[in-house]
């Protein structure tokens, strides 16, 4: 499986969100920070340390990409039906086969174990349990960033 490999992270000045594909540890061009992201070709910009957080390869379902330290709303529906030809389930939409909801979790994507995960009650699972061809899944899951640790941390005692 081929993802792209990048990450996000808060600056240390102005604490705005920057993206970067290429890390650095220590002092660039005489300033000295933990963490620095490169921005643009040759603009560095230092991050604060604990807000990094990688992208999963995931989006959700409003095409928003998935970070390491997001929180995610994933509410699990029952499938009415199921069949293991994929040209007769092209026939139908998602919310065609979507039935009743069965549970709602809200819970923060962590790096653990040499993956993603989400931990609900009384469960660790990978993340990519949530996503992928949902016409064939049972249950059908539906997943939304709704913020950050960062940003939103009244969402994790949700």
Known sequence: MKRQIKFRGKRVNGGEWVESMTISHGTIKRKSHDIFFETGENVWVGVIPETVGQFTGLVDKNGKEVYEGDILRAKEFENDF?????????????????????????????????????????????????????????????????????????????
């Open 82 to 158: 199921m069949h293991e030809d994929d040209d007769f389930l092209d026939t139908f939409t998602l919310d065609e086969l979507r039935g009743d909801l069965k549970k709602e979790y809200v819970s923060q994507v962590r790096f653990e174990d040499g993956g993603f995960i989400l931990e609900i009650p009384d469960c660790i699972i990978s993340l990519c349990a949530f996503f992928g061809n949902m016409k064939k899944s049972r249950p059908i899951f539906e997943c939304e960033v709704i913020g950050n640790i960062h940003d939103n941390p009244e969402l994790k005692e949700e």
